[in-house]
């Protein structure tokens, strides 16, 4: 995290700990949120590794994979608004063009609910938007072994870790409570109230 500038993706009390707006019903997530979810994604974000972040909004976590990962690896931001993945892309390209260019960081629109199957099956995903419940498309898409990080629930949200074994064999361990913007269709989110 120290290694990318957080200001380069969120302009406004850039450094601050809390979430942040970044417009069309989206949210960049407290730094200390991200840092927990590379902390668990950390065995998965290794060099060479394949990543998909869903809900990748202005593209700061998925640069903060690919600094991980390396030129070895991939890391595919997905968002299911234009905008937003048209801003993240604008936002790579500040410090890493190299890694767009090279196809090391990739953003794609697209619901996130569905996952991204043509790059699939990835060592781990990240999802920065709660699901209405465990979200069995996305953990067909992760390697054995793979780990899914994911927010679940709709009142109550617990981000819950999915682990896929090397057999194909799904644990699943409660982290911790939290509250999320929903994992939710374009439409849905775009008519939320923009004050999240």
């Known amino acids: 995290m120290k290694k990318i500038d957080r200001k380069d993706f969120c302009p406004h009390f850039s450094y601050e700990d809390a979430p942040q ?3 069309y019903g989206a949210t960049i997530s407290a730094p200390h949120m991200h840092a927990y979810a590379l902390e668990h994604l950390e065995k ?5 590794m394949k990543v998909l972040d869903i809900g990748s909004g202005s593209g700061y976590l998925t640069a903060c994979m690919a600094e991980m990962v ?7 931001g997905i968002d299911h608004i234009q905008e ?3 801003l993240s892309d604008r936002n790579m390209k500040k410090q890493h063009e190299d890694w767009i260019d090279s196809g090391q960081v990739e953003f794609v629109v697209g619901d ?4 991204y199957p043509s790059e699939a099956p990835y ?6 938007a709660a699901a209405d419940e465990k979200p069995v498309t996305l953990i067909d898409q992760l390697k054995a072994p793979g780990r899914l990080f994911v927010p679940v629930g709709r009142a109550e949200q617990t981000i819950m870790v999915y682990d896929k074994n090397e057999d ?3 644990e699943t361990k409660k982290v911790m409570g939290v509250m999320y913007v929903p994992l939710t269709d374009a439409e849905k989110q775009m008519g ?3 004050s999240y």
């Open 84 to 86: 937003l993945v048209s």
């Open 44 to 48: 998965y974000l290794q060099p060479n």
């Open 123 to 128: 060592d781990c995903i990240h999802v920065g």
């Open 21 to 23: 707006s970044i417009s």
């Open 168 to 170: 194909g064999k799904v």
């Open 192 to 194: 939320r109230d923009h």
């Open 70 to 76: 390396g030129a070895g690896g991939k890391v595919v």
């Open 112 to 115: 996130g609910r569905q996952g």
